[in-house]
């Protein structure tokens, strides 16, 4: 097990970590399959901790269902505005899209925060990504529907084309669905295709949902997710996740 593996975390130290400015956003592109072009990026927290950098799975679970979970959602969106609002302004094809916990959807935090950062003004460009377990009641529920009639995009996040998304999505105005890794892992050459694959072509047959397939990390499987109608992709294919000028940079080269 590598050392950072191994770091025992605590609540108490996510906070002393936030304290001190030891969080940090990097920006993970995401591409249009037909072109190749950037048209935004997921904005990742990593954490410098201890001279080693921490990915999010080994700090955000622990902080979920407590006050942290929200203090982090809220610098995330103040961090985004500081690092590419303007930049934002002046591309206004391009979006970002932030994670969203879900203890927060319905509380009113995200709006003000949203408003306080000056991201409300650029609302059209920003999606909020939701997973499955982040709508477990009906404010959850209520917030997602009324956020979209207020023109916010939202994303389920992690779907595994199961039957739980798929009642999750006839039950709340997602515009966006994200295929989990493990998902898109399941694209091997030279073996035949998942059942799920038929599943997905109906799905986008008979929607105007927008699939991001996440994880994608070679041209077979970017090509198989194509021709079945997703639309944009994310993955080592296409490029790791960056710091804000690196990602300016690289849709600066590859973007429309």
């Known amino acids: 097990m590598c050392g950072h593996e191994a770091l025992v975390i605590t609540i108490e130290d996510i906070r002393e970590g936030m304290d001190r400015g030891e969080l940090i956003l990097e920006y993970q592109p995401i591409v249009s399959l037909a072109t190749r072009c950037s048209v935004g990026a997921e904005a990742l927290v990593r954490w410098y901790r201890s001279g080693v950098v921490l990915a ?12 942290l979970s929200g203090r982090l959602t809220y610098w995330v969106i103040d961090a985004v505005a500081t690092e590419l609002g303007v930049w934002l302004s002046e591309h206004e094809d ?4 932030i994670n969203v916990p879900p203890e927060i959807l319905g509380r009113g935090g995200l709006e003000y925060a949203a408003v306080r950062s000056g991201l409300r003004a ?34 389920l996040d992690d779907t595994m084309l199961s039957g739980a998304n798929l009642a999750l999505l006839s039950r ?5 669905i994200k295929l989990d890794r493990t998902i898109t892992a399941q694209l091997i050459e030279h073996l035949p295709p998942p059942e799920w694959l038929a599943g997905l072509r109906s799905l986008l047959s008979t ?13 077979y499987q970017a090509e198989v997710l194509s021709s079945s109608g997703v639309q944009m992709a994310q993955g080592y294919l296409f490029s790791t996740s960056l710091p804000a000028r690196a990602f300016m940079q690289f849709h600066s080269e590859t973007g429309p």
Do not use: W
């Open 56 to 67: 999010p799975h080994r700090f955000i679970p622990l902080i979920e269902n407590t006050p």
């Open 172 to 176: 709340c105005a997602f515009n966006i």
């Open 207 to 219: 929607s105007s949902l927008t699939v991001i397939a996440e994880g994608v990390e070679s041209e």
């Open 94 to 97: 391009a979006y970002i899209s």
């Open 122 to 155: 650029r609302v059209d460009q920003i999606v909020l990504e939701i997973t499955e377990r982040g709508v477990p009641d009906r404010l959850g529920v209520e917030a997602i529907n009324a956020m979209s009639k207020y023109g916010v995009r939202l994303a």
